[in-house]
T-cell receptor
Framework: DVKVTQSSRYLVKRTGEKVFLECVQD?????MFWYRQDPGLGLRLIYF???????EKGDIPEGYSVSREKKERFSLILESASTNQTSMYLC???????????????FGSGTRLTVV | GNSVTQMEGPVTLSEEAFLTINCTYT??????LFWYVQYPGEGLQLLLK?????DKGSNKGFEATYRKETTSFHLEKGSVQVSDSAVYFC?????????????FGQGTRLTINP
């Protein structure tokens, strides 16, 4: 069964900590995405990547960075966690080009991050 | 630009009721359309899709028909169950623009009471 695996389901971190959220996919997908989900705001795109070592800002990149050193792994980094980054974080992957239109995204189970 | 508008929730129904969740879209090209479902505490799962006009996607008793003339992709189910309680997202991918991202609606929370 193909998968997108997020390393933690629940995470509690302190304000100011550097936080790493890891996402690994086993489908050989080129595209990977990070979203955050908050009540009433839907899904908001943070960063995405279409290839190894490539990254592009989404709609809300402030306070975040990403790393994609290998095709299967896409890491989201909170440089200095703040309470307003408490949220559900969702990773997704997809085939490139028309593959998105034909198959959509595959999502991970999400990481619920609480910053205290 | 491309956008997706879903009916606002929350939607509360009784078990065995008929369900419709409205979704309309704006796209400059020829989009594929998707419905995703998110069960409590989980990520999103693909529920069904349609890649061209007049296609009907179906899965788990849910159906949606791609209506180009009304730019709609409404989700329907004839008889809902308590286990259908979830958040439902409509999304589009506009292939003609070379886009490799999905555009999501805001989501509609559905609660089914026994």
């Amino acid at each position: 069964d193909v998968k997108v695996t997020q390393s933690s389901r629940y995470l509690v971190k302190r304000t100011g900590e550097k936080v790493f959220l890891e996402c690994v996919q086993d489908m050989d997908h080129e595209n990977m995405f990070w979203y955050r989900q908050d009540p009433g705001l839907g899904l908001r795109l943070i960063y995405f990547s279409y290839d190894v070592k490539m990254k592009e800002k989404g709609d809300i990149p402030e306070g975040y960075s990403v790393s994609r050193e290998k095709k299967e792994r896409f890491s989201l980094i909170l440089e200095s966690a703040s309470t307003n980054q408490t949220s559900m974080y969702l990773c997704a992957s997809s085939l490139p080009g028309t593959g998105v239109g034909n198959y959509g995204y595959t999502f991970g189970s999400g990481t619920r991050l609480t910053v205290v | 630009g491309n956008s997706v508008t879903q009916m606002e929730g929350p939607v509360t129904l009784s078990e065995e009721a008929f369900l419709t969740i409205n979704c309309t879209y704006t796209a400059t090209g020829y989009p594929s359309l998707f419905w995703y479902v998110q069960y409590p505490g989980e990520g999103l799962q693909l529920l069904l899709k349609a890649t061209k006009a007049d296609d009907k996607g179906s899965n788990k008793g849910f159906e949606a028909t791609y209506r180009k003339e009304t730019t709609s992709f409404h989700l329907e189910k004839g008889s809902v169950q308590v286990s259908d309680s979830a958040v439902y997202f409509c999304a589009l991918s506009d292939r003609s623009q070379g886009a490799q991202k999905l555009v999501f609606g805001q989501g509609t929370r559905l609660t089914i009471n026994p």
